[in-house]
């Protein structure tokens, strides 16, 4: 049910949770993953505490210090990565073997690489996405799952946020969105924007990632524009990002078959969960994190009455916070 709803004072503005302190890892390194690929990965907190996974967004976004603050750092032992062609990985912006299964590949390679038997998954966005897959195909290994913008992957999401839909409510970041695609092509601008990131000259991927990353960061927070982060003006960072991005959707995500993660849900209803929604998010609209509420209703569900997408709008850190702390009870 929407937590909200349940008593005024629950997820207010004068009662909400703030993000823990700065914490640095107390331990990182590269992983390899097979193939040419090399993951950055990092732990941080009580190396002795309960064990979590964090899972970025994207797909070809990038872990961020602020990922560290959404546990507490004596009870929780947080593992962070990058997942193939991102962030620090190793090759940049390679779409080589790079597929939701290898994804879920890797995520087994650094629970095994750490010595973990079960942990905690947190993801948001894409983020979510993977870790209802990853849950899905491993659920023996997950101890709980904290997600966070909850996005199927679905044909109808990526038509909404992509083709017709969000575009409606954004009239004005959708025609710098399109700018770059012939009129021609705008009948499908992922497949049209797929060919540019694609592109062996770099100069048209780069005005592509520009535009596509620029896109998402317009629609990211009921905040506006001034909450994207600041790495989307970071050219390698963007082609990276919507390079990936772009390969995952124009794959449908390698998933077995439209709904596959509605489908499947009964493998992982055992493990308990906490799902945190913004009410007003554009980029993964509420209707699928509702849909999975009804086939997972065991989970927790919390309805954020003033957010968009953004992890970082007050309400959304709130949410996140007060799950990892039910988390981490025993």
Known sequence: MDRSAQSPA???????????????????????VGGPHEIYWETCGNPKGKAAVVLHGGPGGAINPTMRRFFNPDKWRVALFDQRGCGRSRPNASLEDNTTWSLIQDIERLREHLGVEKWTVFGGSWGSTLALAYAITHPDRVEGLVLRGIFLLTQRELKWFYQDGASHL????????????????????????????????????????????????????????????????????????????????????FLEEDGWLLK??????????????GRFDVV??????????????????????DAGHASTE???????????DAAARP
């Open 314 to 324: 007050p309400g959304i850190i709130d949410g996140l916070i007060r799950a990892t």
């Open 170 to 253: 954004f009239p004005d970041a959708w025609e710098r969105f399109k700018a770059p695609i012939p009129e021609a092509e705008r009948g499908d601008m992922i497949s049209a924007y797929h060919r540019r990131l694609t592109h062996t000259d770099r100069r048209v991927q780069a005005e592509a990632a520009a535009a596509w990353s620029q896109w998402e960061g317009d629609t990211i927070s009921i905040r506006g524009p001034e909450a994207r982060p600041p790495k989307f003006n970071e050219v390698d960072f963007a082609i990276a990002f919507a390079r990936i991005e772009c390969h995952f959707f124009a794959n449908r995500g």
């Open 264 to 277: 499947n849900v009964d493998r992982i209803r055992d493990i308990p969960g906490w799902i945190v929604q």
């Open 10 to 32: 629950v997820g207010q503005p004068n009662s909400r949770r703030g993000l823990y302190p700065e914490i640095e890892p107390n331990d990182f390194g590269w992983l390899a």
């Open 284 to 305: 993964t609209p509420l209707e699928s994190a509702w849909a999975l509420h009804k086939a997972w209703p065991e989970a927790k569900f919390d309805i954020v009455w």
